[in-house]
């Protein structure tokens, strides 16, 4: 009885681990997708002010989203995007 105890209690474990292992791994692949959509997105809103001689530079259109999508894409990784242009606020210039 205690031999199919320790069974249970091993494969119980197994799955634990697993689990913790697939949740870790989902992270990893999360990120990546992340990382990602950080490149794709720059790498768009670099062609629209980069000439290549390979690319046409033709009317590319408005980059809102692309920029709004790295916008979003940075701040999952804690970083944040500023257009303050050295400017400070009439409120922190009022303190």
Do not use: C
């Not at 790295?70 to 944040?80: D, K, N």
């Amino acid at each position: 009885m205690e031999g199919k105890q320790e069974e249970k209690k091993g494969i119980l474990g197994k799955l634990k681990d697993a689990a913790e292992d697939q949740e870790h791994q989902n992270q990893i692949l999360g990120t990546f997708v992340r990382l990602g959509v950080v490149i794709w997105s720059g790498f768009i809103i670099t062609l629209n002010y980069v000439e290549l001689p390979m690319i046409k530079k033709g009317s590319s259109g408005d980059i809102t989203f692309p920029a709004s999508i790295f916008t979003g894409a940075l701040a999952t990784f804690g970083l944040t995007t500023s257009n303050s242009n050295g400017k400070k606020d009439s409120k922190e210039k009022a303190t």
